[in-house]
């Protein structure tokens, strides 16, 4: 890539911002959005308010930014179980995440480490993995509720299933690609299995592994929202459907931002490990 | 019959063919002995599986067929006692310069404390002349400064033999020029014995007590022993102006050139594999 000059892409991306907000704004005060629907089965799909005839144009930046702000200054308020501030809900979808993908590491990590160091255990084990990685977390669903009966553990449970691939393949992958010359100096050193393990092959593999963890992180922040608009009960994407059936378009708007900004500092965040442990040949 | 330090004992080397090829014999029934404190050199074309031995000779891959004997004893596997300088380096490139050789200190005294690690450390630093590049990490060095940093690695285990696979053909004339004195220097002050691949004929004249020259592959065998009688301290400046050096010289050029692919496939009836001739070009030549 070509050096960029830092300052005209931040102009550029100022005045792309400009244009798109002018083009919403120009386009929700000239109606768009607000045409009357007939159709009877999106009537039941939107709900209640939308199918008594209630007319919810779509928000103009404006309203969206006063709610953003509204948001932002009263992040943690409760009033009751099915109205609690927009940070509250979030934090409930960051715990999940949180747990989930933990639990998924410390699964994934170890046993990635002995697939890649045995091609026994990789011949034994690809074809289950081949065949549970395709699987959309959410399929999950159903199962994790009727055994663990726990809204709230099952969509930790969905976040753990959909984490657990990335993490287990991209260990089992960069430890089985260790450098044979690397292997050997340990060798020679006369080191043990675990030094082995921990001083050449764990730094080795360290950048291919942090690839995997940023990958399921990602791939969890996308599965939370959909895991609680199915369970609902409390976090980010159960809020979204809250206000899908309040019509409060203006709300969900706002939620998408956050989400997408929760979204990137997680990803930055793996990215900076990443690059800690980064080496160069 | 009394065994010399490092005896090599009627190795062979075999890989499976390639798709239902029959299997190619590297080398067999290969003899030679290394004696304490000997420079050992061995020179053959690409191929003819001098990396192969070097590796047996390390235990990192295994004969088929026959034994190396150390110091008495079969070696089973790797050990600290033979270091190996690896053609490619193979630094761990997360660890700085002295951190590698931090890591080579503390495999033969892991009871060593901190204090005493990073001491060692500086004194091999020192010896190999990259104090000023210690923190830095491998992709940052020159090829030169690499190669002094694997060298520091392996004379910080305290091994008895020093095993390299051609440790100097990835570098410029010059740097290599002054790694060759330099290692002449530090392997007769330390008294290791050594064991040394290269391509590099005016390498193995400075360096090396004897030559062993390799025919070409597949079946390579070690068709002479070509001992250096050049007087030491030898110096690259004089080193030519010794009188044999060019009849010294000649020799394996000629065997490179010409003998190695002609004895590749028949051997004089006279040439066994368990005593291998000796000869001195550069002695016949002096008187
Ligand atoms: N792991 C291996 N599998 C199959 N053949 C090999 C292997 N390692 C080396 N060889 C073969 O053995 C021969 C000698 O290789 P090597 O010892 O690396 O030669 P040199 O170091 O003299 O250039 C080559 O023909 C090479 O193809
Ligand atoms: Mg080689």
Redesign the pocket.
Known sequence: MRATRPAASLALACLLFALFVGAWQLSSSTGFGTAEVADPEYAALVGAAAATGGQTPFPSPFEVAARLWQHLTDPFYVRGTNDQGIGIQLAYSLARVLAGFTLAALLAIPLGFLIGMSPLLYGALNPFIQVLRPISPLAWMPLALYTIRDSSISSIFVIFICSVWPMLLNTAFGVATVRREWLNVARTLECGALRTAFRVILPAAAPTIMTGMRISIGIAWLVIVAAEMLVGGTGIGYFVWNQWNNLSLADIVTAILLIGVIGMVLDQILAMATRAVAYQE | MRRPFVSVEGIA?R??G?SGAPP?T?FADLWFGIEEGEFVCLI????????????ILAGLDRADDGAVVVAGREIAGPSLDRAVIFQSHALLPWLSAEGNIAFAVKSRHPDWSRAQVAEACRHWIDLVGLAAAATTRPAQLSGGMKQRVGFARALAVSPKILLM??PFSALDALTRGTLQEEVNRIVAETKLTAFM?THDVDEAILLADRILL?TN??EAKIAEVVVNTLPRPRTRHDIHHLPGYYELRNHIVDFLIDRSRRLAGAMPPEWTARAVPEVRPAASAAT
């Open positions: 080397r890989f499976p390639v190619q590297v053959g074309h690409s191929g003819c599986g001098k990396t192969t031995i070097l590796n696979d051609e691949i390799m592959g597949p």
